[in-house]
Structure formats: C-alpha cells, structure tokens
C-alpha cells in the first residue's frame, strides 16, 4: 500500500479551490442576475458619486466599502485634503454610482425596504436602492463582484435585481455562558453586514451572568456578573455600531426560568429561599422569579423601563424558556395562588406572568418575543413566538395568529454541517401552512450559545457556516443546491476574513500553545493538517465528554482548534463516493490513493514528533494512531476494489473494526473521514450471494 509518489512539502494536503466568476459565485444568491459583456476597469482613478436622499449612513458605508477594496486591491483612491474619498464631480465621470431614493428610518426597522438594483458596464456601475438599507446591501454585493486578472482589477458586466426572502434574518450571541467583549461583537456585526444578516440578539442574562448595567437595580449586574458586562455607554456603542451596518439589536433578558443572576442579587424575588451564586456549568436550574411576589413586578418595571429607553428597538426578548417548575411545584403560597386565580397550573402560572410583563412592555412602547414555551392560549396578541422546537412550533404559534421565527435547525454551536443549516427552511414548500400562516413566519435566527467558545474561537463556530443560513434566509427557498453553497461558501470565507473574520487565522496560534515549546516548525505544520481533518462533536457530547469544564476552564484544547464542517473530509467522502460508483476510473482510483498516501506520511511524521509535545495533546495520541490505522486498512481496500480482489470477509471484518475505532469520539473531537473509509473498506468486501 501507498505506492504513490509524493510531491514535497505539504501542498499535496490542501485541495485544489474550485475556481468560477463572480457573478455565480454570490452569497446569498439574487433575486435575479444576468451577465453582460465586457467588464468594468478599476484604477487609482475610479471615483463613487452619491446621490438622491442618500444619509451620513450611506456615506460611511461607502467610505467602508472603499477602503476594503484598497485593502483586497492595494489600490489607493484620490482623497480630499481632509483625508474623505474624493466624489466625482458629475454622474459622467463616476466609476460607481450610488443612489438612495429615501434616507430611511434613523434605526433599521422590520420590514423596512431592503431592495436594490445593480448595473455594471464596461463604463461605469449604477446602484440604486429605494432606501440606504438596500443601498448598503448592494455594496456588499459589488465588493463580492470584483476580481482579478493580470494583475489588475475589474467588475464584470452584470444587471440583477435583489430583495430578500424574509425581513427578519438574524443572529443570537450568548454573552452569558462565556463572557464576550465588545470587540468581538462589533467584528462580528461587520461579518453580518457582508452576508446581509439584520438582526443581532444579545442573549444578555443567564444563570451564568449578567451582563447589562442597570443604573436602577445595580446589584443585578454588580452580583451577577463577576464584573464582566456591558456598561449603558458601551450598549448605545453597539447599538448605534449595527445600526450604521442596517442591522436592527434585539435585546433578551431571559425569565421567569434561567435566572440565577438576577436572583443572586435580589435573592428575595425567587420561588424558593436563597442564597444564590453564579452557575459555573450547563444545563437547567431550579431558580425561577416568583410571578405571585409584586416586588418582581415592580423591579421588572423599573428595569424593562431602563432597558427599554436603552434599546431603540421595538421588540424585546424576555426568553421564556426551560422553566422546570420545581421551585413552583414546592411551594404551597405559589401553588394555592394558581388555584385562587384559576390558572390551573404551572403553565398557566407561566402564562400570568408573561401577561404582566407584556402589560409593562406595552407601557414602554416594546412587543414581546420569546421562545416556543410562551404558546399560551392566553398570550397577548401581537407577540413573536421565537421557536426552538421547529415546524411543530411554526405551525402551532402561526396557527393561532402569532409571528414566528425559527431558530431550530440553526444551532451552530452544536457544529452540524452547514448543509444541515442550508437545507432548513423557515417555511418549507411541503410544510401545510396556510397562505396567512406563511404571512406570519418573519424569519429566522442562528444561535450561538456559548457554553463552549471563548472570544478566541467565536468565530470559528459562527462563520462560515452562518453565510449558508444567511443565504436560506435571503434568497429564493428553490435555491439548494448543496455542493455550489459549498463551492460559494468557500469563496465567501475569504470576504468574511478581509472584513475581519478569526474562524481561520485563530488556529495556528491556538496550536502553538496546545503544541508546547518543543514543537518544531515542521509539527506545527502536521498538526495543522490534522486539526484541518477532525471536527468538534456534535449536539451535546462535549458536556457528556469533558464533564469536568466549568466556566472559567480554559477552552484551549484540541477540540478548540479543531472546527465545524472539515473540508478537507467532505471533499474526501464526495472522492470516495465517485471511486465506488465507477472502481475502474483511474483518475477516481489515482484521486483517492493520493489523499490515503499523504494522510499516512502525515499522521506518521506526527506521531513520530509525538513526544515533543505538551501533555494536554500527548494524551490524545491514540485518536491519530487509530485513524492511521484505519488510513492504512483503507488503503489496503482501495487497492483490492480497484484490482477487482474483494477482501475476504475476516480481513473486511477486521478492517471495518480498525474504521469504527476511528469514527469513536473521543477527547471531544471527532474525525468524520473515518466514516469514508468505512464505506470503502464496505464496498470492497466480496459480492454478496
């Protein structure tokens, strides 16, 4: 086996990019888009002139698309002496054109119009928008069109037209389980502009933390949050940061349940007796505000009031979710309250609650959202039900009259593929909802809960992953094609990166540390092939794994440098895949032989470097010495599947155990090209009779 010469070096483990032109490599896909001949020049010369009802907005995002196209091109555009982006002085000698029809609202606004046209000729390119909403969207457009040919820079001809699919497309950050600064979420907020996101949720409380300062009820954050949150300064930052990118905050202050931050300073508010301390792990806790106390009411209408002046938006999260009811169900005053106002029980206790809050929101001019748990038959009209639970939840909440959005299907802290994401559907074509009930599906959500990420690896958890969600929830529902999302995304990647994305540069630091100072530059390299090949486990295996981590346990293990979605094992499976379908075909057969021959030398160089490096990464040693194994049983069927021998069935047999012990995760990691070796050890093994 491996009898497959090697070139030098480590490019024969990286895969050839798939190369196409811009106009069909966009994410998210247009609403319409049609190529025109020729292309557009682009120079030190080229100038933007902007137009119509365009704000100080519009501005700013044009002077932050031209600078990111200096950085991509290194082209310097003319300025003013008071260092601006020189206009050009007449519609003629522009080279871009932007034009906004109307300013828009002074904050970003559901529903608002977000459409946008674009024109590129070999003259000039034309962006006209009814709004600056649409405006900005289109830049990020334009900026994804310009490419690269003997060493200059041009857009190519294009005309498309472009609004999306659904107005509320968004994504959650939790900044409770793990802290995270105000720098990663204003990088962040700068990588959903590119994809064209437009909500950001702060999940902002949590039995981990409470992370928003409130001037009136200070030992809520001051108890609540080992000194790690936001000051009321630095959320009007953020705010008004997303707001010059289009993008609306919607705030979440979780209750009745997960709320042993808010009670650990006000410990008189719960449904059971304190004290109470920050939790330092995951998972679903007793204490719950109690709904039968005034004094919850009345801290609630002073602190939504506060969080309602702060927060521009109309809509306020209040969570809603997970609430066990153990402390309810052990307390004879709540339980003879919810006989006294016939509420029948728990969850009609529940349903109270979310009344009364939805009375103080209403005072404050805010409607309510929140996720699947709030479906009462007594929720107030007008609420969004935000679901967890999937179509179950977008059918039921749209069949009683209520707005919805989906979050289920769009975990992207639990590291499923992005086609899991990219083929869920706020509104499938087979789901039975009425006409009026898709009327009322405003969208979706991905969610980063951050039990297991720490502003180092953030980014690497959301994108590039997300720009697939992103583009589901823009672009036309028959647009699915699986391989061109990851041929685009790919493309994708790098935009995110100029504008600022960590999901790669954070790996080779990450595994300088995990490596220990006895790794030479050479392991370094060998590691990263290996951490480019497994992958985090999935759904909630992590806990169940590393059940000793707690909140201020570092996240600097090998399950941190690995990331979500391995390209480097997709693209392994699709060979292994076509070498099956057709054993014959020497370029599949030569394709595969290839891979299996540089994974060895790889694996071997690593195992042999093995003690050099840090004990953490050492005690992982057997998950790449299974996997070499497993390489080398592949190779071995390879060969028989091309030579037309099948393996008999004790070798098979032996072989696919050798396969299995590598697919078993372990140390939180996982490696899923051992699930195609798996089938092609299969596929080898004798005919059946």
Same mark, same amino acid.
């Given at each position: ?77 003319? @300025? ?75 857009? +190519? ?146 602190? /939504? ?10 809509? /306020? ?37 979310? @009344? ?49 959005? /989906? ?9 499923? +593929? ?64 699986? %391989? ?122 690593? /195992? ?31 060969e028989a599947l091309s030579g037309g021998r099948p393996l008999d069935l004790a070798t098979q047999a032996r ?10 995760? @372990?140390?939180?990691?996982?490696? %899923?090209?051992?699930?195609?070796? @798996? ?11």
């Open positions: 086996m491996f009898r497959v010469s090697l070139l030098t070096g480590f490019a024969w483990l990286t895969f050839a990019s798939v190369t196409a032109s811009p106009q069909n490599s966009l994410m998210p896909v247009p609403s319409s888009i049609q190529d025109g001949s020729g292309r557009l020049e682009l120079s030190a010369k080229s100038q933007v002139l902007i137009l119509g009802g365009a704000d100080a907005r519009l501005h700013s995002a044009t002077l932050r698309a031209l600078r990111r196209l200096e950085e991509r091109t290194g082209l310097v555009f003319a @300025r003013t002496s008071t260092g601006e982006y020189a206009q050009a002085g007449t519609p003629a000698e522009a080279t871009l054109i932007v034009e906004s029809s109307a300013p828009g609202a002074a904050w970003p606004t559901l529903g608002e119009d977000e459409s946008y046209m674009l024109t590129v000729s070999s003259r000039q390119a034309v962006l006209q928008a009814p709004t600056t909403l649409g405006a900005m969207h289109g830049l990020e457009t334009l900026l994804q069109l310009v490419q690269s040919e003997g060493g200059g820079w041009f857009v +190519p001809a294009v005309a498309l037209s472009d609004r999306p699919r659904f107005p509320w497309r968004g994504l959650m950050i939790d900044v409770c389980r793990h802290w995270l600064p105000m720098d990663v979420i204003k990088r962040n907020l700068d990588l959903m502009a590119v994809v064209k996101l437009n909500v950001l949720h702060l999940h902002l409380t949590e039995d981990q933390g409470f992370r928003i300062e409130s001037k009136t009820f200070s030992r809520l954050h001051k108890l609540g949050s080992d000194g790690q949150y936001y000051t009321q300064d630095q959320m009007r930052e953020i705010i008004a940061y997303a707001g010059q990118r289009g993008i609306r905050v919607v705030p979440e202050f979780d209750m009745p349940g997960h709320a042993t931050s808010w009670v650990v300073g006000y410990p008189e508010l719960a449904s059971a007796p304190g004290p109470y301390q920050i939790e330092r792990q995951w998972g679903v806790f007793d204490p719950v505000l109690d709904p039968t106390n005034p004094k919850v009411y009345e801290l609630l209408e002073g602190f /939504l009031g506060e969080m309602a002046a702060l927060f521009p938006d109309p809509y /306020l999260h209040i969570g809603g979710d997970e609430n066990n009811g153990v402390q309810w169900s052990a307390n004879p005053q709540i339980q003879a309250f919810i006989r006294e106002h016939n509420l029948k029980d728990n969850a009609g206790l529940h349903a109270y609650f979310n @009344r009364q809050v939805n009375e103080i929101l209403s005072r404050h001019g805010k409607k309510l959202v929140g996720w699947d748990e709030i479906l009462h038959p007594q929720l107030p009209a007008g609420s969004v039900v935000h679901s967890w639970r999937g179509p179950d939840g977008i059918a039921a909440a749209t069949e009683r009259g209520y707005p919805t959005i /989906l979050s289920n299907g769009y975990y992207i802290d639990l590291c499923h +593929p992005a086609s899991d994401h990219y083929l869920t559907d706020p509104a499938p074509s087979g789901a039975k909802l009425t006409d009026a009930q898709r009327a009322l599906v405003l969208g979706g959500e991905a969610t980063m809960w951050a039990e297991w990420v720490s502003p180092e690896t953030v980014d690497s958890r959301i994108w590039p992953r997300t720009a697939a969600i992103a583009e589901r929830l823009w672009s036309r529902a028959e647009i699915r094609d699986v %391989p061109d999302m990851y041929r685009r995304l790919a493309m994708v990647s790098q935009r995110l990166e100029e504008a600022g994305a960590q999901h790669r540069r954070y790996v080779d630091p990450a595994l300088r540390r995990l490596a220990g100072e006895g790794a030479t530059t050479e392991d370094l390299r060998q590691l990263r092939w290996w951490v480019d090949l497994i992958e985090p486990v999935k759904e909630y295996v992590r806990g169940q794994q590393q059940p000793e981590f707690r909140q201020s346990t570092p996240l600097t293990s090998l399950a941190d440098c690995a990331r979500p979605d391995s390209q480097a094992s997709r693209e392994f499976a699709a060979m292994v895949d076509e070498f099956i379908a057709s054993p014959k075909d020497q370029a599949a057969h030569a394709r595969v032989a290839a891979v299996l021959a540089a994974w060895h030398v790889a694996a071997t160089g690593l /195992l042999n470097g093995w003690p050099r490096f840090s004990r953490d990464l050492a005690a992982t040693k057997s998950l790449l010495s299974d996997f070499d194994t497993a390489v080398g049983a592949g190779d071995q069927a390879r072989f696919l155990d050798a396969a299995d012990r590598a697919a078993k995760s @372990r140390f939180a990691v996982e490696i %899923p090209a051992a699930g195609a070796l @798996r089938k092609l050890i299969a596929a080898a093994g004798p005919a059946p009779k």
